[in-house]
């Protein structure tokens, strides 16, 4: 989101793309690609830097079930790896890392 906004100040300013991709490139890696199709939105007068809405998929298996499910295991057993809980609850490895980590702000304690 920075990078956007970065890129949007220097449209503004009447910078150039490849302009804007050298001042970025030297504070912060950002590919020419990028740069190029911001420029492009900005120049077709769409101002919003957040992503337009996408179709896909909906997430099936980070459900309040699922997440309520996984807390529990953990409570029961804190040693329970992220294998066996996907496959306890038939749900993707990915899935559960998910829930671990962004829903329940588990992280891995350093010993």
């Known amino acids: 989101m920075e990078k956007r906004v970065n890129i949007k100040f220097c449209f503004k300013l009447g910078r150039t793309a490849t302009e804007t991709?050298?001042?970025?490139?030297?504070?912060?890696?950002?590919?020419?690609?990028?740069?190029?199709?911001?420029?492009?939105?900005?120049?077709?007068?769409?101002?919003d830097i957040k992503d337009e809405p996408r179709s896909g998929r909906p997430p099936t298996s980070t459900t309040p079930d699922n997440i309520e499910r996984v807390r529990r295991m953990l409570a029961d057993?804190?040693?329970?790896?992220?294998?066996?809980?996907?496959?306890?609850?038939?749900?993707?490895?990915?899935?559960?890392?998910?829930?671990?980590?962004?829903?329940?702000?588990?992280?891995?304690?350093?010993?």
Request: net charge positive.
């Open 21 to 47: 991709h050298e001042m970025l490139v030297k504070v912060d890696a950002v590919s020419k690609k990028c740069v190029f199709e911001w420029f492009k939105r900005f120049r077709d007068r769409k101002e």
């Open 77 to 111: 057993d804190r040693r329970l790896s992220l294998r066996m809980i996907a496959e306890e609850l038939k749900i993707s490895l990915d899935s559960v890392s998910n829930i671990i980590h962004e829903h329940l702000q588990k992280r891995k304690k350093k010993v």
